[in-house]
């Protein structure tokens, strides 16, 4: 078995009142025009994480100065699947945006975005994501002050 594609990304979220979360989702410019947070493969010799700042920075026009990684054992979480065949490995962090009307700036690889509910995000997103983000939702549920 070939060793897994990798790519990395951050899911990045915002606190409304209330403690409510709203997480951020691209559209993507080609194929079925699918949701995701920014994300994308690691470069030679990059890791993980470096890949996922520099992928939002460049899909999403956010600094690593405009939000803050949640750090402890629950991060990164991965997910596993096939793309075309071949084996994929996309890991994810959590990063709290810090001002909730932070610009967010595409790319040319996404038409669009959404700031979204956990509902609205997992009615958006491949079926494979959607335990990862009840994850996200517990964590922040339980962690967010």
């Known amino acids: 078995m070939s060793s897994p594609v990798r790519a ?6 915002r606190v409304l009142e209330k403690l409510q979360f709203e997480y951020l989702l691209l559209q993507t410019s080609y194929g079925e025009n699918h949701w995701t947070p920014p994300k994308g493969h690691l470069d ?3 890791d993980a994480l470096t890949a996922a700042v520099r ?3 460049e899909e999403a026009g956010l600094p ?3 939000y803050e990684i949640l750090q402890g054992n629950t991060f990164p979480l991965t997910l596993e699947y ?3 065949g071949k084996p994929k490995k996309v890991e994810y962090w959590v990063a709290k945006l810090k001002a909730p009307e932070t610009p967010i700036k595409l790319s040319d690889e996404h038409i669009n975005l959404a700031w979204v509910p956990l509902s609205k995000c997992k009615e958006m997103t491949h079926d494979n994501f959607h335990g990862l983000m009840e994850k996200v939702e517990q964590y922040l549920q339980a962690n967010e002050k």
Request: no cysteine; hydrophobic share 35%; charged share 30%.
């Open 8 to 13: 990395a990304g951050l899911i990045v979220f």
């Open 44 to 46: 030679e010799g990059e």
């Open 55 to 57: 992928e939002t920075e």
């Open 64 to 66: 690593p100065s405009s």
């Open 82 to 84: 096939p793309v075309k």
